[in-house]
């Protein structure tokens, strides 16, 4: 499914890594799907069910709530409280198949993207250098880089073109609670 307006389909992943000294940790990603955006990156060295629960209602209620949410089939995703989690908020839970990375596709390019430009390009000896510069990466990828598949825009500038263009719509389409006209 392609989504065509925000909020119809968020993806949700985890990558990991080392700290120069050898502690492992973990980035949950999460990204809308209709424009790309990235809506938050998590860095911790454990990121059980209940962090990635509380990130996603942290995101639900400053930006709505998805329809669905799309993730592969790892322990902290299959878990009961995530599906009682998204059952109580009638959001989807949409698991990729096993060994399919392609079908979680939007996410895996930012993760590809993010490894190359962030997390092979330094050395982190702490994790708070790990979330500032995860924060200021997020940044730049919302809102400074172009993506093809947006007709060169960065996430930001692509939403912001389709809520001038339901805008436009609103004011070509005015509906009043008893009148239906329009300017056409």
Known sequence: MVPTAPNQVWSIDFMSDSLVDGRKYRLLNIIDDFNRESLAIEVDTSLPSLRVIRTLDRLASQRGKPANIRCDNGPEFISHKLEEWCNGKEITLQFIQPGR??????????NGSMRRELLNAYMFNSLVEVRYLTEEWRTDYNEERPHKSLGYKSPLRYAEQYYKGLLNDQQLYPQTPK?????I
């Not at 990375?101 to 930012?110: F, L, T």
Request: proline share 7%; glycine share 0%.
């Open 179 to 183: 009148e239906n006209y329009s300017k």
């Open 101 to 110: 990375p392609m079908q979680n596709a939007y996410i895996e390019r930012k």
